[in-house]
């Protein structure tokens, strides 16, 4: 980098980052760690490890804040938490909202997850309802027939999520008049287990999902084209979510060459499905498998850092 130093900044950046190329002052707070927001889910805790370690690269010390949902937005406004990589659009609750118009948080944009959420059924059903992956599938009385069970006939069953998370789908079909029956699930195992059997078994299923999940790196699904909405609220309308960055408003200031970094850091769902099927199935360590995608894909990462650095 063509710039020059003085000696009593030649002098810090000797003794306080070897011979790197940046100087302190465009690296900022190197001596105060940088606080990612690790929350509840594994999809977020692989993006929080692999935009620490990211940092670390570029000269950070990266240190990782166990934090819920909802209640982090503010510890993020308040500056407690310095960034949070995960931030998925559909489910901000009311604060997120709000300190972002106040400017107290600033959004980095998308994480790059291609994000879904909605119907899914076991591929070898495109056999049975041909067609699949259209909703007025839903309506075929030989579809339905297949999908019914001793609890919902003449109605087809239908796999909901748990009754705690609110059942977005039995209001859509009961929007569409769809001769489908909504059953809660006991939890999310219980449905990845539903869905392992009825694709050993090839047992006819529906059910709501989302994605990135790593039960999608295991087995083929289809996802079905949704029925109309009634209007574009939650309640009526299930839309793909947007997944974004954000970082506490003074962050670009502190952390000049950080904010470049995670500014400029994407993940894909490939990528992260495979690292939840490694970390929620077989039992690998986070730390193991987000270490491993550094490993892996330096010639992804390394010209985010080294743009950031020059």
Same mark, same amino acid.
């Given at each position: 980098?063509? #710039?020059?130093?003085?000696?009593? $900044?030649?002098?810090?950046? &000797? ?6 190329? $940046? ?13 990612? @927001? ?44 310095? =960034? ?13 909202? #709000? ?8 959004? &980095? ?7 879904? +959420?909605?119907? %899914? ?35 087809? !069953? ?10 977005? @789908?039995?209001? %859509? ?17 219980? $449905?990845? /287990?539903?869905?392992? =059997? @009825? ?8 059910? $709501? ?7 999608? /790196?295991?087995? +083929? ?16 309308? %299930? ?6 960055? @954000? ?12 904010? +470049? ?17 490694? %970390? ?7 730390? =193991? ?12 990462? !390394? ?8």
């Amino acid at each position: 980098m063509a #710039k020059k130093l003085t000696a009593a $900044m030649t002098a810090l950046v &000797l003794v306080g980052f070897g011979s790197g190329p $940046m100087s302190a002052a465009e690296l900022g707070a190197v001596d105060e760690p940088i606080k990612v @927001a690790m929350l509840e889910w594994t999809g977020a805790q692989i993006s929080a490890q692999i935009a620490g370690k990211l940092l670390e690269k570029a000269g950070y010390k990266a240190e990782y804040i166990t934090a819920g949902n909802y209640p982090h937005f503010q510890g993020l406004a308040d500056g407690e938490i310095s =960034a949070s990589v995960e931030i998925w659009l559909n489910n901000v609750g009311e604060v997120y909202p #709000k300190v972002l118009e106040a400017g107290k948080i600033e959004d &980095l944009g998308s994480l790059g997850l291609k994000t879904n +959420e909605g119907w %899914i059924y076991p591929k070898f059903m495109e056999e049975l309802c041909p067609a699949l992956p259209s909703w007025e599938a839903l309506n075929d009385p030989d579809c339905v027939a297949h999908l019914a069970s001793p609890d919902t006939l003449p109605n087809g !069953r239908f796999l909901d999520y748990p009754a705690d998370w609110g059942s977005r @789908a039995a209001t %859509i079909i009961a929007d569409n008049n769809l001769p489908l029956t909504a059953v809660p699930s006991g939890s999310e195992g219980a $449905m990845i /287990a539903e869905l392992r =059997a @009825a694709v050993a078994a090839k047992t006819p299923l529906v059910m $709501m999902f989302w994605a990135p999940h790593f039960i999608l /790196a295991e087995v +083929e699904v289809g996802w079905i084209d949704m029925p109309p909405c009634v209007d574009q609220s939650n309640e009526h309308c %299930i839309m793909p979510p947007d997944v974004n960055k @954000a970082v506490w408003s003074g962050f670009s200031e502190k952390w000049p060459a950080a904010y +470049e970094v995670l500014k400029a850091l994407q993940i894909s769902t490939e990528d992260q499905q495979a690292m939840m099927l490694a %970390i929620d199935d077989k039992g690998q360590s986070l730390d =193991a498998v987000t270490t491993e995608w550094i490993d892996n894909n330096e010639a992804l990462w !390394r010209p985010w850092v080294d743009a950031a650095l020059n």
